[in-house]
């Protein structure tokens, strides 16, 4: 590594070398681009000394803060043994201790689990499995899946067509299968007098029409369960979860929950699905499953699906891969974290973190230019009441800007403010977020 240089230099070198990820490169003319040189807990720390509490967990991937002692060491040790092997026709420790945890974790209902890298890739093994296991099952008219309106399951080519945000989806619209959508059951569509139980009701109602009239061309609805985050953490009622896993049960379609966001605690519950008491036959996990450190995905499905693909037949079998599948570094990084979790009580311990910040948010949550403040688990936003389009179009990248000066990581999604911590905010940390966060949104609605 070459000794560290001022944070300028890496900026310049930054745009001059790298595309960034989902990001118009010509917006960083205006809008800065951060040269983070470490990390440490909840904080990111840049080349000049500047510190960002980093209160999305990095693109929602980090549980329990950077440079984790108990990840390092676990992966310095793993480091010695075995960085990599092939797991077509190999496994090893980490993998199998990790799918052995993952099953046991679902009461064994989901008892196999296939390995991937990034969510979009897990997706993507969700909805061939999905498509081949009909298939195999001699029920080859079923092709087609549902998701649901504001959706957003990842950008490879076949998880951007269960995607429904028009942003990332509408220029590649030729090259996408059509997906059938369907409505979704965000508590914010409450008409008057209505509960977010009816919101999922009307929403199950929608589902049940589309299966009654297609269920035999149908293989898969895809949800995220309890929030859809990209859309804005467009939030929703447990309920919905049951009343479409009867649904699937009733018509014979599988249901495919991406927890890729929402999985590992982000709800209250290890798993989103748990507050439904549903499983669904395909789970999909990312982001925290590896603490944060290292991309793994994976899809954990019942043992009805893989039994399906369990043949003589070699064509019968799912011949997917991707090389890194099961890596042994990230599986031994995502034990890592489930020890965590056991040890510690994390998720117990949440609820008095997330009642803390809840209270501390309070004045946000009561102040007239906000809407529909709401919190799930570690998830917390409200919606800024901006008429101005023209300002509401850039709120997004002057709440980043006036953010980062106030030692804040925030990048709101449209006019929705939303909060992600890791879960080792203190109570000092907490206090500084919502007070930061309440500043910030003065400035910004103020400028
Ligand atoms: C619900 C959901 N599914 C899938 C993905 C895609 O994951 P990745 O960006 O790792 O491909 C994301 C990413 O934000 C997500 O939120």
Redesign the pocket.
């Known amino acids: 590594m070459e000794a560290d240089n001022s944070a300028t230099d890496w900026v310049a070198r930054s745009l001059k070398s790298v595309w960034h990820p989902c990001t118009q490169m010509q917006h960083h003319e205006t809008v800065p681009l951060v040269a983070v040189s470490h990390g440490r807990g909840a904080w990111l720390y840049d080349h000049d000394g500047k510190r960002y509490l980093d209160a999305i967990s990095s693109?929602?991937v980090n549980l329990f803060g950077h440079a984790n002692a108990r990840i390092n060491a676990e992966l310095k040790d793993q480091l010695d043994r075995l960085e990599h092997a092939m797991l077509a026709g190999f496994t090893h420790e980490p993998v199998v201790r990790l799918s052995e945890q993952l099953s046991s974790m679902t009461g064994n209902v989901l008892g196999h689990a296939f390995y991937a890298s990034?969510?979009?890739s897990a997706?993507e093994i969700a909805l061939k499995m999905s498509f081949h296991a009909w298939r195999n099952a001699g029920r080859a008219t079923k092709q087609e899946f549902v998701c649901l309106k504001g959706s957003?399951?990842?950008?490879t080519i076949g998880?951007l067509a269960v995607t429904d945000v028009a942003l990332f989806k509408d220029a590649y619209g030729p090259l996408l299968r059509a997906a059938r959508v369907v409505a979704s059951p965000d508590a914010r569509g409450a008409l008057e007098g209505e509960s977010a139980q009816d919101v999922a009701r009307r929403a199950a109602n929608d589902v049940e029409a589309l299966f009654a009239e297609r269920a035999d061309h149908i293989a898969a609805i895809i949800i995220?369960p309890l929030v859809q985050?990209?859309t804005g953490m467009a939030m929703h009622d447990p309920l919905y979860l049951q009343l479409v896993r009867a649904l699937c049960d009733r018509y014979q379609v599988h249901m495919i929950v991406?927890e890729?966001?929402v999985g590992c605690g982000r709800t209250g519950t290890f798993f989103a699905c748990e507050q439904a008491a549903i499983w669904p036959d395909f789970l999909c996990l990312?982001?925290g499953i590896s603490g944060g450190y290292l991309p793994l995905?994976l899809v954990l499905t019942r043992d009805e699906i893989y039994q399906a693909f369990y043949s003589t037949d070699v064509t019968r079998g799912f011949l997917h891969s991707h090389s890194y599948t099961g890596n042994p570094l990230a599986c031994r990084a995502a034990l890592a974290t489930l020890a965590i979790f056991r040890d510690d009580d994390v998720l117990n311990r949440n609820k008095l973190r997330a009642a803390n910040l809840t209270a501390a948010l309070a004045p946000l949550a009561d102040d007239p230019r906000v809407r529909h403040f709401r919190q799930r688990g570690m998830i917390w936003a409200f919606d800024a009441i901006e008429p101005d389009p023209a300002r509401a179009a850039t709120f997004s990248r002057r709440f980043f800007a006036a953010a980062l000066e106030n030692e804040l990581l925030l990048r709101p999604i449209g006019t929705t403010v939303y909060l992600m911590p890791p879960y080792v905010l203190g109570d000092d940390e907490s206090a500084l977020l919502a007070e930061r966060t309440r500043k910030v949104f003065d400035q910004v609605m103020q400028a």
């Open positions: 693109w929602w990034d969510g979009a997706v957003y399951h990842g950008e998880a995220e985050c990209a991406d890729i966001a990312s982001k995905s």
